[in-house]
C-alpha cells in the first residue's frame, strides 16, 4: 500500500500534537496537554509488562503512520500505554481531573498503580477524578487496552478487520486529545444549552459537583465581549435559568453568528458559546414537504464525510488541517457534511460551528453481518421489518443494549453543537433493530434536531424524512406526502489519481471515470439533470459521496492525503448557488 502523508503530517511535532484546548464548548484556563510521546506494547496477557516495546505518538492509533508504531492491534490482543507527568507548582486548586477525548475499544486507566477508571467503548470522552491517586513529583500513567474491532458487540463504524472496498483498516487504542485539568471542590460538571428559537431566549442548565447546594452560578451570555443577558442559578432550585435575547442574531451558515455563555461558580469559571437557530420540518407555499432552518424552507446541501486522514486514520494531524478542509468546503458552496459513521473531537464540531456548516450525525453501527436480502429489498424500495434481530445482525441483547448506551451518551455529549441539524440512528440497515422505537427515544433524548431514522433503506414509515440512497440508477424521486424527500446518498464518482492513492492494484467507486475533463463534465451533468432538476419536485436535500478518498475508495473530492482538489473551487460553486430554494 502507498504511504500517504499530509503536508500537516510531514510538520507533525511529536512533542507536542494537537496543542489546542480540545472542548471548545466547555473551556477552563487551567489545561495541561498529554499528547506527545508515550511509550507502548503489545501483548497476548493481560498483566501489565515489565517493559514495553517503544515510543508512540499520542493521540494516533499505533495502526496509523503518525503513531510512528504502525502495528495492528488484533482482537485478542493488550495494549498497553504508559508515560509520567509532573503537575506545575500552583496547578492543584483542589481537584485534578484527568480527560480522555476517546480510546477504542475498552480501557482500564491507573495512576501510579491505582486504577482511577475504566471505560467501555470507543467513540466517547471520559474522566477521572484522580487527586486522590497523585504523588508531590513525578506521576505515573498506565492502560489496558483491548479492542475487538467489527468482532465485537461495541461499536465499530466501517472499521472491519478484512478491509476493502467500503470498509477501512481497523484502528485501536488512544485516538482524541488527553489532557489535565484542575478545579476547586466546589466545581461545574456539565453545562446544557438550548436554543428557544420562537421565544427569542435560552434555556441553560449548569450540573455542579458540590457541598453546599446553596451557593450561586452566575450565567452570563456575551455578544463578543459585551454582556447580553445574564442570571443567577442555584442547584437546589434544579440549576435552570431562561435568558431572554431580545432582537437576537440568529445563526445559520451563511451568518454563523455565535454568541458566548459564561458560567461563574464559586471559584471555577467555564466559558462556552451557542448560536441561535431552529431545525424542523414543514410545508412550503406548494404544500410540499420541506426541511427548515429557522422556520424557512431550506436546502441542505453537502457531502458524506468519513472522517479518515491518510496518516492520522481517524485522528486528523492538526486543528490546522481540520480547519483547512471545513474552510475549502464551504468555500466550494456546500453548506452541511454528513459525518458517517464517527463521531468527531468537539474542535470539528466546533469549527463547523463557527465557520458555518450544517452537521448530520451518524450514531456509529455495530452488530453483526446482516442477510443481503435486506439491501435487495432496499434497493427495490420494499419494507422488511426491522424486529426480525436474527436478520439484521442483532440478535445479542447486550449489543442492542450497548448501541442504546452509546446512542445516548452520543447525544449527550454532542446535544449543546450549534451546527447538528439532523441525527441518523441508522444507515443501510448496518445493525439496524427497532428503528421506529430508537426514533422515539431520540426524539425524547432530543426533540429539537430532525431525526432521519433509517438512512437509505429499510425505512419504517416514520421519522422525520424519507431517506434515500441512489447510485446505480438516475434519480427519481418518490415524493412522500408527509415526509420531506432527503437524497442522503449518491454519486461516488471515482476519479483516481495514482500517485496520491492508497491502493495502487484496487479502486472502488460507484462510476470510474480516466481523465478529470469526464470527471467534471459528469458531475456537473449529474447535479443539473438530476439534482437542480429536482428541486422543485421536491427534494429537501442531498449528500454527494464524498469528501475525500479513503484507502481502496478514490471518489472523493480530495485525495486521500488532501494534496489535490479534483474539482475547481469555483467550479463547484457555481453549481451550488443554483442548488437553493
Not at 174 to 200: K, R, T
Amino acid at each position: 500500500m502507498n504511504k500517504l502523508y499530509t503536508i500537516w503530517g510531514e510538520k507533525l511535532d511529536k512533542n507536542n500534537p494537537l496543542p489546542e484546548y480540545p472542548r471548545p464548548q466547555f473551556k477552563r484556563n487551567s489545561y495541561i496537554s498529554l499528547n506527545g510521546v508515550w511509550q507502548y506494547a503489545i501483548r497476548k496477557a493481560n498483566a501489565m509488562p515489565e517493559s514495553f516495546d517503544g515510543d508512540i505518538v499520542v493521540p494516533f492509533s499505533p495502526e496509523c503512520i503518525l503513531s510512528g508504531v504502525e502495528l495492528a492491534v488484533m482482537p485478542d490482543d493488550f495494549l498497553f500505554y504508559r508515560r509520567t507527568f509532573f503537575l506545575p507548582e500552583g496547578f492543584n486548586r483542589g481537584r485534578v481531573i484527568l480527560n480522555f477525548g476517546a480510546v477504542d475499544q475498552v480501557c482500564t486507566v491507573y495512576i501510579n498503580g491505582i486504577k482511577a477508571v475504566s471505560h467501555e467503548g470507543g467513540y466517547l470522552a471520559f474522566r477521572a477524578d484522580i487527586t486522590q491517586s497523585l504523588n508531590d513529583g513525578e506521576n505515573e500513567i498506565t492502560l489496558r487496552v483491548t479492542d475487538a474491532s467489527n468482532t465485537g458487540l461495541y461499536g465499530y463504524g466501517k472499521q472491519n478487520l478484512s478491509r476493502g472496498g467500503i470498509w477501512y483498516t481497523p484502528q485501536s487504542g488512544i485516538w482524541q486529545s488527553v489532557w489535565l485539568e484542575s478545579v476547586p471542590e466546589n466545581y461545574i460538571v456539565s453545562l446544557e444549552i438550548i436554543p428557544l428559537f420562537d421565544e427569542g431566549k435560552v434555556k441553560v442548565s449548569v450540573n455542579m459537583a458540590a457541598a453546599d447546594k446553596a451557593l450561586p452560578v452566575l450565567v452570563e451570555v456575551l455578544d463578543g465581549e459585551m454582556p447580553v443577558g445574564n442570571s443567577i442559578v442555584y442547584l437546589h432550585e434544579s440549576g435552570e435559568t431562561v435568558i431572554a435575547l431580545p432582537g437576537f442574531k440568529p445563526w445559520s451558515p451563511e451568518s454563523p453568528f455565535l454568541y458566548g455563555l459564561k458560567i461563574t461558580y464559586c471559584k471555577d469559571i467555564v466559558e462556552s458559546y451557542f448560536g441561535m437557530r431552529k431545525f424542523s420540518i414543514g410545508k412550503d407555499e406548494k404544500g410540499i414537504p420541506r426541511l427548515l432552518l429557522n422556520n424557512k424552507p431550506y436546502f441542505m446541501n453537502g457531502l458524506l464525510d468519513q472522517g479518515y486522514w491518510s496518516d492520522g486514520m481517524y485522528t486528523a494531524p492538526s486543528d490546522e488541517a481540520i480547519l483547512w478542509e471545513i474552510s475549502k468546503l464551504k468555500g466550494m458552496g456546500f453548506n452541511m457534511l454528513r459525518k458517517h459513521i464517527k463521531v468527531e473531537p468537539m474542535r470539528w464540531y466546533y469549527h463547523c460551528d463557527r465557520l458555518g456548516l450544517l452537521v448530520w450525525q451518524d450514531m456509529v453501527s455495530g452488530g453483526g453481518p446482516y442477510e443481503f436480502s435486506n439491501a435487495i429489498a432496499g434497493f427495490l424500495g420494499i419494507k422488511v421489518n426491522d424486529s426480525n434481530y436474527e436478520k439484521f445482525g442483532r440478535r445479542d441483547v447486550k449489543g442492542r443494549e450497548i448501541y442504546y448506551s452509546e446512542l445516548e451518551g452520543t447525544v449527550a455529549q454532542l446535544k449543546n453543537v450549534t451546527s447538528i441539524a439532523v441525527w441518523v440512528p441508522f444507515n443501510e440497515a448496518w445493525g439496524q433493530f427497532d428503528a421506529e422505537k430508537t426514533y422515539n427515544k431520540v426524539k425524547g433524548l432530543d426533540p429539537s434536531r430532525i431525526v432521519d431514522h433509517a438512512s437509505g433503506w429499510c425505512d419504517q414509515g416514520c421519522g422525520d424524512m424519507k431517506s434515500c440512497h441512489i447510485y446505480f440508477r438516475k434519480v427519481r424521486m418518490r415524493r412522500d406526502r408527509k415526509r420531506p424527500y432527503a437524497l442522503s446518498e449518491f454519486g461516488g464518482y471515482s476519479y483516481k489519481i495514482p500517485e496520491n492513492s492508497f491502493n495502487l492494484e484496487k479502486t472502488f467507486g460507484y462510476k470510474k471515470f480516466a481523465s478529470q475533463d469526464e470527471y467534471a463534465a459528469a458531475y456537473k451533468r449529474l447535479y443539473e439533470k438530476e439534482i437542480i432538476a429536482a428541486l422543485p419536485k421536491g427534494i429537501a436535500a442531498s449528500v454527494y459521496t464524498q469528501v475525500s478518498d479513503v484507502e481502496d475508495e478514490t471518489n472523493g473530492l480530495f485525495t486521500y492525503d488532501r494534496r489535490v482538489v479534483k474539482l475547481d473551487v469555483n467550479f463547484l460553486k457555481g453549481i451550488n448557488e443554483k442548488l437553493k430554494y
